[in-house]
């Protein structure tokens, strides 16, 4: 969120229901509508699921992140099946298990990135073979490289 964005939410939750249509608040409400539409999405949505046998998984990748275990070892652990684990991960989250243990990768590297971690580093914990896979994955996924998407955040805290 921008600087500009921030303060326009922080100003307009103050605004009265009602205000004058051609007034200093209507123009204000168009400024902050602007900026919404401008505003970046950011891809760095993970829900967690509330079961509890999918709570001690989370909790389990969250503490070893570089196990790259299968859906089946995962359910094994669990004490489920691959079928069981599948669907309720799929309905508590709304993803795959493949696309949540990827998102979890993700907002684990930009909060190691955003704490000093080279990217080096990071793709060694998260369990990648090589520095190009990671850096692939999170292309794939932000849409950038992890260089660039720390940069970005950087600068526009600035």
């Known amino acids: ?55 001690r998984i989370v909790d389990l990748m969250i503490a070893s992140p570089a196990d790259r275990g299968t859906l089946e070892a995962w359910a094994k652990r669990a004490g489920m099946s691959e079928r069981t684990l599948a669907r309720l991960i799929s309905r508590e989250t709304g993803m795959s298990f493949g696309r949540w243990r990827q998102q979890l990768g993700v907002m684990l590297a930009v909060k190691w990135l955003a704490g000093g971690a080279s990217i080096q580093q990071v793709a060694a914990d998260l369990g990648y ?30």
């Open 129 to 158: 073979e090589s520095v190009p896979s990671f850096v692939t994955m999170f292309r794939k996924t932000l849409g950038t490289s992890p260089g660039r998407y720390m940069a970005e955040r950087h600068s526009g805290r600035s």
């Open 1 to 55: 969120m921008t600087p500009l964005l921030r303060e326009l939410l922080v100003r307009s939750a103050h605004l009265p229901a009602l205000y004058e249509e051609d007034g200093a608040n209507s123009r204000l409400v168009a400024v902050l509508l602007d900026e919404f539409a401008a505003a970046q999405i950011e891809d760095l949505h993970l829900p967690m699921p509330t079961d509890s046998r999918l709570r």
